[in-house]
């Protein structure tokens, strides 16, 4: 099944790529059009993945029923889809629990002890990575 299939069927899509030159305004006014009215659209992915004024004209114009949007191209927001009601922006704060910032301070020390005393890494990047990075946007 193709995107175009999902985008015409989905009751809910919900994001979750990285930003990269291929998902880069990957959600357009082409492929909101393609979305059924009611539809419902979550980005908890990276700010660009969707053309965020796309999504507000769509919106305004009545088409899906709402979305829920956690990461913006410039934040803090303060775009269009502010002023609509149907669009639930929040602040991509998932990380910024206590416990959560303590795990991480502790797992990049770890990390970086085993660096510096030669040991095996835990927490290599994939070789694949650097080539999404080197894509640019």
Avoid: W
């Avoid at 357009?28 to 059924?36: P, T």
């Avoid at 002023?83 to 704060?93: D, K, V, Y």
Wanted: charged share 25%; glycine share 8%; proline share 4%.
């Amino acid at each position: 099944m193709g995107k175009e299939e999902i985008y015409r069927h989905a009751d809910v899509i919900s994001l979750h790529v990285p930003l990269t030159a291929h998902t880069k305004n990957m959600i357009r006014a082409e492929q909101l059009k393609l979305m059924k009215s009611d539809a419902l659209l979550i980005n908890a992915a990276r700010g660009g993945v969707i053309n965020e004024q796309d999504l507000a004209d769509a919106l305004n114009l009545g088409h899906l029923g709402g979305a829920a949007i956690d990461v913006f191209v410039h934040e803090p927001y303060a775009g269009p889809l502010a002023g609509i009601e149907r669009c639930l922006l929040t602040s991509h704060m998932g990380s910024m629990s206590i416990d959560c910032r303590t795990r991480m301070e502790i797992e990049v020390t770890e990390e970086a002890v085993r660096f510096l005393t030669g040991s095996p890494l835990k927490g290599s990047v994939l070789p694949d990575e650097y080539e999404v990075q080197r894509q640019g946007l």
